[in-house]
């Protein structure tokens, strides 16, 4: 069963606008991790943000993290067409060992 | 720059044939991963492999096996293949420890099962 759930399941937006994604997850976690698939093809690693963590940036990405809550957040600011994508949180439990378990993703249209 | 790659991009295979997935990545990287992804149900964990040899069962074992007898080489191995294993299949490797989880995605091999 997937430990995260992400919402929206799906998010259209105009260029230029910013787009937020929401994870929550069900047990504590080491470190949380989003990632980028382009239709069709494999996923690139995104941001990774760790559970004594509660905000990271990069460029135009921001995350936030709330373990009271176990819940986290993507924020895209200035979207542009090249973000259309889907978006996945991936958490890595407490005593999981390397492994991720990922949420179902949210699919993002950013409209030119 | 860290590569993963997969030994096909699509692959159609009849029910009942021995199908091999091959993943190599070219990072060192002790740990190695195979997913199946599915609409809806996002990606799933089947195999993984921490060392050259070793092996553990993800969340969806039964069907598939992997060897990994090289440390860059992980395969998946689909024993008589059937329509419900129709699906994208994406490796993935990350370091060992190190601090420094995040995993690395080859292309995917988009599997159909006739």
């Known amino acids: 069963s997937q430990q995260g759930e992400e919402d929206p399941q799906a998010l259209s937006i105009q260029e230029g606008e910013n787009a937020t994604m929401n994870c929550s997850y069900k047990?504590?976690?080491?470190?949380l991790q989003w990632y980028r698939q382009n239709s069709g093809r494999g996923l690139v690693h995104l941001i990774l943000?760790?559970?004594?963590?509660r905000e990271k940036h990069s460029g135009r990405l921001r995350v936030t993290l709330d373990t009271s809550k176990k819940s986290s957040s993507l924020l895209i600011t200035a979207s542009r067409a090249a973000d259309t994508a889907s978006y996945f949180c991936a958490m890595m439990a407490v005593a999981a060992g390397n492994k991720l378990t990922f949420g179902g993703g949210t699919r993002v249209l950013v409209k030119p | 720059d860290v590569k993963v790659t997969q030994s096909s991009r699509y692959l159609v295979k009849r029910t009942g044939e021995k199908v091999f997935l091959e993943c190599v990545q070219d990072?060192?990287?002790?740990?190695m991963f195979w997913y199946r992804q599915d609409p809806g149900l996002g990606l799933r964990l089947i195999y993984f492999s921490y060392d050259v040899k070793m092996k553990e069962k993800g969340d969806i074992p039964e069907g598939y096996s992997v060897s990994r007898e090289k440390k860059e080489r992980f395969s998946l191995i689909l024993e008589s293949a059937s329509t419900n294993q129709t699906s994208m299949y994406l490796c993935a490797s990350s370091l060992q420890g190190a601090g420094r989880d995040e995993q690395y995605f080859g292309p995917g091999t988009r599997l159909t099962v006739t």
């Open positions: 990072m060192d990287h002790e740990n």
């Open positions: 943000i760790r559970s004594n963590e």
């Open positions: 047990t504590s976690i080491n470190n």
